[in-house]
């Protein structure tokens, strides 16, 4: 099989790695108190909704190293017709796409959903996640970073 090679612009973490680092310390601080298989289900939705190839790879690698099976990987992008997700992940993944499509706004449903499965500080932790994911995203997409690369 012959495969397209996306040329890579740029080492973001080689060019900037002041930047690169305080990304780095934001998500861990990010992940503090979530269970980490909810964290990969969240990474790689808004990752999917983005469109970032590293982060969907890269991901789908730690939820499956988590313990996530290969179905609910697979239809984590129509999570919404799948049976195979509880009503908190369900509550963080609405959240999920709800933030990382800011230009359509978080509803007081979606977030009201979300609040009645996290508690407040899970909650806060669940935004912070969403947010970092969504910067980890445009900087890879922005600069191309190409799946198994370091």
């Not at 912070?128 to 890879?140: E, I, P, Q």
């Amino acid at each position: 099989m012959t495969t397209f090679q996306v040329p890579q612009r740029m080492n973001f973490s080689a060019v900037s790695p002041r930047v690169f680092t305080a990304v780095l310390a934001l998500d861990a601080a990010a992940r503090e108190g979530l269970d980490p298989a909810l964290i990969e289900l969240v990474q790689i939705r808004a990752s999917q909704v983005n469109r970032c190839t590293y982060c969907i790879d890269y991901h789908a690698a730690d939820a499956r190293k988590a313990g996530e099976s290969e179905q609910r990987i697979y239809q984590l992008s129509a999570w919404e017709e799948s049976s195979l997700f509880t009503e908190r992940e369900r509550a963080a993944l609405a959240l999920t796409e709800a933030v990382t499509l800011l230009p359509a706004g978080v509803s007081d449903a979606v977030y009201e959903r979300a609040a009645e499965h996290f508690e407040e500080k899970e909650l806060a932790q669940l935004v912070a996640l969403v947010f970092t994911v969504n910067a980890w995203n445009r900087m890879n997409v922005t600069t191309r970073k190409t799946p198994g690369t370091a």
